[in-house]
T-cell receptor
């Protein structure tokens, strides 16, 4: 079991470009959560998805950010027209049960740097 | 709105000491509480998960306790080692159906050889 896989590990984008972050949950997990960690700040919830459905996107900025978790393939967090303030570590977690009542399993994160 | 506070923000101890990290939360109606370790530039590693019905969990040199009524959890690390140096995060999940998890900012621990 490879665990939660995120790629790329590091991503550099110029202002105005698009960033695509991918997350493959643990085998058998159908619940995916995206969090953002700004320097010297705690992890902040962004979005919770199940296969083909967005359950809660209350933590995600309404503009430029979108997320999906298709029937086949990884979950994608997409940031359009990136700005310097988007520079952060983005973590994906998955769980077997909604909630996650059995705790989170996190990926290693994608560190986005906007130059 | 749930708020999670971790004290101290940073801690430096000599190798071999026993230490306690604190986590407090404002809403006691929680479902579970999870302690994580984060190494610099790395992801989060789950250490211990305590369900709301439990008082403590143990794994090796780690022991986590939970007192829901007072809104507190402690992570006890026995016989600290330099390899324990990392940031320790506390995460709280509220009860009452699906709820997103609230994280503390963490305690940065340095164990000096």
């Amino acid at each position: 079991n490879a665990g939660v896989m995120q790629n790329p590990r590091h991503l550099v984008r110029r202002r105005g470009q698009e960033a695509r972050l991918r997350c493959s949950p643990m085998k058998g997990h159908s619940h995916v959560y995206w969090y953002r960690q700004l320097p010297e700040e705690g992890l902040k919830f962004m979005v919770y998805l199940q296969k083909e459905n967005i359950i809660d996107e209350s933590g995600m900025p309404k503009e430029r950010f979108s997320a999906e978790f298709p029937k086949e393939g990884p979950s994608i967090l997409r940031i359009q027209q990136v700005v310097r303030g988007d520079s952060a570590a983005y973590f994906c977690a998955s769980s077997l049960v909604a909630g996650p009542v059995d705790g989170y399993t996190f990926g290693s994160g994608t560190r986005l740097t906007v130059v | 709105k749930q708020e999670v506070t971790q004290i101290p923000a940073a801690l430096s101890v000599p190798e071999g000491e026993n230490l306690v990290l604190n986590c407090s939360f404002t809403d006691s109606a929680i479902y579970n509480l999870q302690w994580f370790r984060q190494d610099p530039g790395k992801g989060l590693t789950s250490l211990l998960l305590i369900q709301s019905s439990q008082r403590e969990q143990t794994s090796g040199r780690l022991n986590a306790s939970l007192d829901k009524s007072s809104g507190r959890s402690t992570l006890y690390i026995a016989a600290s080692q330099p390899g324990d140096s990392a940031t320790y995060l506390c995460a709280v999940m509220n009860s009452g159906g699906y709820q997103k998890v609230t994280f503390g900012i963490g305690t940065k621990l340095q164990v000096i050889p």
